[in-house]
């Protein structure tokens, strides 16, 4: 079946423009999480969202990062005002259930602020 | 809180010799562990999990690992690897508190060589 799918693969923006990132879960899955891969801090969680509860933003980096869950489906990450700092590979994850679980990862999306 | 940390972030090896990738984790509460793998330009795949049950976990492509909790180790072994484990991988622990949030250590690249 499907994985999990995420767009665009790469994006290369100019520091102070907005982006948004979509990620499209397996479906069916309740869970969808949000990783961000960088050389300098490496794998590290963003936001997390379980079925039709208030979404876990322990780990947004500032206020310029946001997230929404739209029809307990596809999601978007945005970043408001890049800075270079954000450049980084954004991952998208998804899980079957509420609990622990495995996580299917998509591909990523590589994004570059210059 | 809980940290994960691998204590190599290169391995080189030749092929068919055997390989052994050291994660050690700290946590407070009782933890659930991971083991991923990135290809070049890919997302993570699942190599096997600690959940419940046996120790010795085994999991994808010959790979297994040995939950530890009095050493709070997981290390990763393949008895004889192939050029097509050259990767990186990811040991990765999440608790009941932490709701699957994974914490991720900062990878070990291997490098088979012929």
């Given amino acids: 079946g499907a994985g999990v799918s995420q767009s665009p693969s790469n994006k290369v923006t100019e520091k102070g423009k907005d982006v948004e990132l979509r990620c499209d879960p397996i479906s069916g899955h309740t869970a969808l999480y949000w990783y961000r891969q960088s050389l300098g801090q490496g794998l590290e969680f963003l936001i997390y969202f379980q079925g039709n509860s208030a979404p876990d933003k322990s780990g947004l980096p500032s206020d310029r990062f946001s997230a929404e869950r739209t029809g307990g489906s596809v999601s978007t990450l945005t970043i408001q005002r890049t800075q270079q700092e954000d450049s980084a590979v954004y991952l998208c994850a998804s899980s079957p259930r509420q609990g622990i679980d495995e996580q299917f990862f998509g591909p990523g999306t590589r994004l570059t602020v210059l | ?114």
């Fill in chain 2, 1 to 114: 809180a809980q940290s994960v940390t691998q204590l190599d972030s290169q391995v080189p090896v030749f092929e068919e010799a055997p390989v052994e990738l050291r994660c050690n984790y700290s946590s407070s509460v009782s933890v659930y562990l991971f083991w991923y793998v990135q290809y070049p330009n890919q997302g993570l795949q699942l190599l096997l999990k600690y959940l419940s049950g046996s120790t010795l976990v085994k999991g994808i492509n010959g790979f297994e690992a040995e939950f530890n909790k009095s050493q709070t180790s997981f290390h990763l072994r393949k008895p004889s690897v192939h050029i097509s484990d050259t990767a990186e991988y990811f040991c990765a622990v999440t608790s009941k508190a932490a709701g699957n949030k994974l914490t991720f250590g900062g990878g070990t690249r291997v490098l088979v060589k012929p």
